[in-house]
């Protein structure tokens, strides 16, 4: 009885975000910055990346079940929740080698990565740059060019940058926030071809919301130029998918990480 309740207690700790939990909270200085990054649980290691303008708490669910089978490595990016960024520095690329250089640091040569939005961008970059540190790679809601998104959310992004440039300069001495970084970012990039696409032969699974940041069209061709990649369409879901859906998500990503890994084929078979 005291074990279930401690149990629940520790859940519903968890599903709010709360900082005193039973998590390792740890600091490594990687590529110049501080990397604040948490760990919980025990088993394989597993890379969990939040999305742009979040932190690793964002995503306490995926921490709680995840962690009751593997050892979750849950970073802030860099300029977020506790990390630190001397300056404009965000990018994909950039932001995937700090999660080489964290590798390194906690001693993992090669994990599952799982990550969300901004985070399921950095696996990409991860799975083209550096594919023998990935196991699994799972991804949701990713896009691979910032015209993925949806209509709605790419004229929003337009407006609000339009509106960016226009206070810089009115203050172009004030360093811009995070946000106008973000919306920078966001507005720029990532530019994967398909031809790179082509090229990852991690197993990865691509998932997102049915109504989410993506487009379904733009999902079903990041999932086409995967090969061999597995898509899931989560129904009644938005881009805050693993939020509103969690207990469907999470139990689909570890069934995707459980299923026995392909065998390896050689360059003929490619």
């Not at 520095?89 to 700090?98: G, K, Q």
């Amino acid at each position: 009885m005291r074990r279930s309740v401690t149990a629940v207690l520790i859940g519903t700790l968890l599903a709010g975000g709360c900082m005193l939990l039973p998590i390792g909270r740890h600091r490594a200085a990687v590529n110049g910055i501080e990397i604040s990054y948490l760990v919980y649980g025990h088993g394989p290691p597993l890379l969990l990346m939040h999305g742009g303008g979040g932190r690793a708490l964002s995503l306490p669910r995926q921490i709680w079940d995840f962690g009751r089978h593997y050892r979750v490595i849950a970073p802030d990016a860099r300029s977020h929740g506790a990390s630190t960024d001397p300056g404009d520095t965000l990018s994909y690329h950039v932001m995937a080698e700090d999660m080489v250089a964290l590798l390194d640091h906690v001693r993992v040569g090669r994990a599952d990565i799982v990550g969300w939005s901004d985070g399921a961008i950095v696996g990409l970059d991860l799975a083209l740059h550096h594919p023998d540190r990935v196991r699994k790679l799972v991804l949701f809601g990713a896009n691979f060019t910032p015209e993925g998104v949806n209509a709605a959310t790419l004229t929003w992004l337009r407006a609000a940058s339009a509106a960016d440039s226009a206070a810089r300069a009115h203050d172009p001495v004030e360093p811009p926030s995070l946000d106008v970084r973000l919306r920078h970012l966001w507005l720029t990039q990532p530019r994967f071809t398909l031809a790179e696409l082509r090229t990852i032969r991690v197993p990865t699974l691509v998932a997102v919301g049915d109504h989410d940041w993506p487009s379904i069209e733009h999902t079903i061709e990041l999932s086409r130029a995967i090969r061999g990649s597995q898509l899931c369409v989560i129904p009644g879901s938005s881009h805050a998918v693993l939020r509103e859906r969690a207990d469907l998500a999470n139990e689909i990503v570890l069934q995707f990480l459980r299923e026995p890994m392909p065998p390896e084929r050689s360059p003929r078979q490619m």
